[in-house]
């Protein structure tokens, strides 16, 4: 059974730091690989979609790495700004179109 | 294109109680899921459609849960006697063919 990983469980940075979250995950025979961001009481907001051909996307201060065959994926986020606080949660897919399996994401809170 | 969107958004019901929700995916999505999601949690998969044909259930699914996708638009998810257990965010999401999942804002279901 496939297991996500996302450490840290939780991080706390000042405005403007760069950061990486981290996201691993047992089986690497994967599809694709999606980030998205979750706002206290919010639906998913889908960040970025990495399949498993690709090694990296990139979406304005976003950047998603891949590694499949380590189990690996890191989310950069350059430049940090305090509306970037919310949780981030990493998910694969093992097939075409099927469901997702999800971390427990990490929890991000940039302070002023 | 409005997104997916997801009715009722909060549901306070009694133990032993039926619940209905529905999920409206974004139009010509052909592939429709339903995820839960307690606190602290990353969504777990409950089940997905493919048009009007549900493919594949969680067995998360008790037999209290079932879903529809009539002429494969909207879905509705019904849960029968409720139970505290059953609290949770219930999510959809819709995607086109295998590409990335988009999710609606969710229903909170609360069970007193």
């Known amino acids: 059974k496939q297991e996500v990983t996302q450490i840290p469980a939780a991080l706390s940075v000042p405005e403007g730091e760069n950061l990486v979250l981290n996201c691993s995950f047992t089986?690497?025979?994967?599809?694709?690989l999606q980030w998205f961001r979750q706002d206290p009481g919010k639906g998913l907001t889908s960040l970025l979609l990495i399949q498993s051909s690709q090694r990296e996307q990139t979406s304005g201060r976003l950047n998603a790495s891949l590694d499949k065959s380590s189990g690996r994926s890191t989310l950069y986020i350059a430049a940090s700004q305090p509306g970037d606080s919310a949780t981030y949660l990493c998910?694969?897919?093992?097939?075409?179109?099927?469901?997702?399996?999800f971390g427990k994401g990490t929890s991000l809170l940039v302070t002023p | 294109d409005t997104g997916v969107s997801q009715n009722p958004r909060h549901k306070i019901t009694k133990r032993g109680q039926n619940v209905t929700f529905r999920c409206d995916p974004i139009?010509?999505?052909?592939?429709l899921y339903w995820y839960r999601q307690t606190l602290g949690q990353g969504p777990e998969f409950l089940t997905y459609f493919q048009n009007e044909a549900q493919l594949e259930k969680s067995r998360l699914l008790s037999d209290r849960f079932s879903a529809e996708r009539p002429k494969g638009s909207f879905s509705t998810l019904e849960i029968q006697r409720t139970e505290q257990g059953d609290s949770a965010m219930y999510l959809c999401?819709?995607?086109?063919?295998?590409?990335?999942?988009?999710f609606g804002p969710g229903t909170r279901l609360t069970v007193l």
């Open positions: 139009s010509e999505h052909n592939r």
């Open positions: 998910a694969v897919s093992e097939n075409s179109g099927y469901a997702l399996n």
């Open positions: 999401a819709s995607s086109l063919k295998a590409d990335e999942q988009f």
């Open positions: 089986d690497s025979a994967i599809y694709n």
